[in-house]
């Protein structure tokens, strides 16, 4: 491990380290990072230091299925939450971000903190007891943090963190053989358990990961992680998202409806989840279902089913490079999602649409420009859905009108292109 002195002497042996791990990495974001450990945290010249980078990710398919242990197909992207880590001998952590306020805590109490809700506190808490709680050694940190996963952005701003926290503790003192599905479950008890999140393992097993990932979650605690090689840009395709304009606050509730709903049809049947109740089960006592529990949980399960097939038959276009027919079930999920799984807008304020209209939008653009949804191009919503950003998958050679048409409606710096990062989260 290389001197917080020697990062920060010299840019071409920072370059140089960089490269070792991440190439394509840019020196510019990590000099900062360095700077701020030695003037804000005050750490000591002498001091060893280390880099980690996390990614973000980007759903593919399987909308809301995983946490019903269904099937996923994710992607970690181009964007990712870097830092600059030296160790410490005590349990003591702090953070340093650009424009949020400084983050201290004591790894020592591994408590949930009602008080730290939804706070970044929270995540490194939390990632410290589940790895504690799974075995593993932890210990304290200085880190100076920066993300380019916007908080909102639908590229899971916090699985990002909470992955980087998990490698970093992995680094230091478990000598990397935690690995990222353990790192990713402690991701998952972060926030489900300290930062309040109700959510399933694909975000942070993608970004633990890397690359394009197909994920059965049929066994939670060993989920099958099968890596495939994709390269849209490849076939002419720009993988895009687009804000809608609309954020996530105050929406837990419709997310936390989704699997409530699902798991109340689970339970009917004496199970806890949909993936342990055969499709052909709820078909028969669907009018049973619908009675005792209404439409919408029922419409909901549907949803699940058919979503959780389709990860399997879009994976096996990626595989056979059948792009038409990967924009075909793209297309299809973004109607389940949209009709089935009701998440493009939220029922507690019907006025607030955003998702529809940034998807009908694009549909409408995809029309104009000639191109046939579903075979040419295809969108969908993106993620947890009710706000946030939609997905789109579309001819490279149109991304420029596009871009210029949808930002007209929805603002400047609304498109986001993605590049997958074939590197999962790392710390060298």
């Keep these: 491990m290389t001197t917080l002195q020697s990062l920060t002497g010299s840019r071409d042996l920072l370059r140089r380290h960089l490269a070792v791990a991440l190439p394509e990495a840019d020196v510019t974001r990590y000099v900062p990072l360095l700077h701020r450990l030695g003037h804000e945290i005050h750490v000591a010249p002498e001091r060893p230091v280390f880099l980690a980078s996390a990614p973000g990710r980007t759903e593919l398919a399987g909308n809301h299925t995983d946490h019903n242990q269904g099937r996923v197909l994710a992607a970690s992207v181009q964007l990712d939450t870097i830092a600059a880590v030296a ?18 805590l004591d790894l020592g109490d591994l408590t949930e903190h009602e008080t730290e809700r939804e706070t970044t506190t929270a995540l490194v808490r939390g990632v410290g007891a589940a790895l504690k709680e799974g075995g593993w050694e932890i210990g304290g940190f200085d880190a100076a943090v920066s993300s380019l996963v916007a908080a909102g952005s639908g590229l899971s701003s916090s699985a990002s963190v909470e992955v980087l926290v998990g490698t970093i503790l ?34 942070q097993v993608a970004c633990a990961t890397g690359g394009v990932v197909s994920i059965d979650f049929k066994d939670n605690d060993n989920p099958i992680i099968e890596r495939l090689d994709v390269n849209f840009a490849d076939a002419g395709l720009s993988l895009l998202v687009v804000h809608t304009g609309a954020g996530h606050a105050d929406l837990t509730h419709e997310y ?173």
Excluded at 170 to 188: F, L, Y
Excluded at 196 to 202: D, E, N, V
Aim: proline fraction near 4%; aromatic fraction near 8%.
């Design 170 to 203: 992995d680094h230091v003192w478990n000598s990397g053989e935690i690995g990222p599905t353990r790192i990713a479950r402690a991701g998952k008890v972060a926030e489900n358990r300290y930062f309040g999140k109700p959510s399933g393992l694909m975000d």
């Design 256 to 428: 936390a409806a989704i699997p409530g709903d699902m798991g109340a049809i689970a339970r009917q049947f004496g199970a806890t989840v949909l993936a342990e109740v055969p499709e052909e089960d709820v078909m028969a006592d669907l009018g049973q279902l619908r009675e005792a529990l209404g439409d919408r949980a029922v419409a909901r399960a549907l949803h699940f089913y058919g979503e959780t097939a389709r990860v399997a038959q879009m994976a096996t276009a990626l595989k056979e490079q059948n792009f038409d027919r990967y924009l075909e079930l793209m297309s299809d999920s973004g109607r389940s999602s949209g009709m089935y799984l009701q998440n493009c807008a939220p029922a507690s304020t019907p006025d607030d649409q955003a998702v529809v209209i940034a998807l009908a939008l694009t549909e409408w653009f995809l029309i104009s420009a000639g191109l046939r949804i579903g075979g040419d191009a295809a969108c969908r919503v993106h993620g947890g859905g009710f706000a946030g950003t939609i997905q789109v998958l579309l001819p490279t050679h149109v991304v420029a009108a596009y871009r210029e048409f949808i930002e007209s409606k929805l603002g400047k710096r609304a498109l986001t292109e993605l590049e997958i990062r074939s590197t999962g989260a790392i710390a060298w």
């Design 87 to 104: 160790p410490r001998e005590d349990m003591r952590v702090t953070l340093a971000s650009s424009g949020f306020p400084l983050v201290e």
